[in-house]
């Protein structure tokens, strides 16, 4: 028999969504799978930190419209048959990325008509609508999404969280900081057992695709649990 395929789609602003995903794979990897890992690129690079305030609130507010990025064309390969789509990325204002919704536009129906779609949001904490969205987006290009996304959300708590990653946006560093905010906003983004989690993650689902079980009823806690210690 052949061996299950599963893509994977990622755009990663900040590097989180791709830290999480070199887990997700290394659990994906102890299955007999092919595993092909595309990751996208705007054609006019995005920096992170964006730098200023100014320039961060602006990029906010575009987002929150949802704003295109335009993304640069993907290897032929992406558009042949997979048993698992995997499209990850950050949500930018509740949204998908305007790198995600930009391929959307372009290659949508080719690459998900008649596929499952597993989505993977690494977010602040603010997911459902992103994950609507982008579920509505999917199913008109003719996909068939998983029941749930795996979820991943900075582990700090708010207001502490939004504020801390505001300021890194713009370019200070909160987590290093020698007052009071350090306390409340010791790291930004994922934290280590997240991705012992995503690990742990891939690892059954690596098992589920490899034994054939039907992928689009899958369920996942959202946001997925940590593992303490």
């Known amino acids: 028999m052949s061996k299950k395929r599963i893509l994977i789609l990622s755009y990663s602003f900040s590097h989180q969504t791709r830290n999480l995903l070199k887990k997700l794979v290394a659990g994906l990897e102890e299955s007999d799978l092919e595993i092909v890992w595309e990751r996208l690129s705007p054609v006019d690079e995005l920096r992170f930190p964006i730098g200023t305030i100014p320039s961060t609130v602006l990029m906010m507010f575009q987002t929150f419209l949802r704003k295109r990025y335009p993304v640069n064309a993907v290897d032929p390969k992406v558009f042949a048959e997979w048993d698992l789509i995997i499209l990850a990325g950050p949500t930018w204002s509740y949204n998908p990325s305007g790198v995600i919704l930009s391929l959307i536009d372009r290659d949508g129906k080719r690459i998900f008509k008649g596929q499952t779609v597993l989505p993977l949001i690494s977010c602040r904490g603010y997911w459902r609508v992103h994950f609507w969205g982008l579920r509505s987006l999917l199913k008109k290009c003719g996909a068939k999404v998983v029941i749930s ?7 700090n708590s708010e207001p502490w969280n939004t504020i801390g990653v505001f ?15 350090r306390k409340v906003y010791p790291k930004y983004g994922h934290s280590r057992q997240q991705g012992e989690t995503a690990q742990k993650l891939g690892r059954q689902l690596g098992h589920d695709v490899a034994g054939g079980k039907d992928l689009s009823a899958l369920q996942f806690d959202a946001p997925v649990k940590t593992i303490e210690g």
Do not use: C, D, Q
């Open 149 to 155: 996304p795996i979820v991943f959300s900075h582990p």
């Open 167 to 181: 300021l890194k946006l713009a370019g200070k560093m909160p987590e290093r900081g020698k007052g009071w905010f």
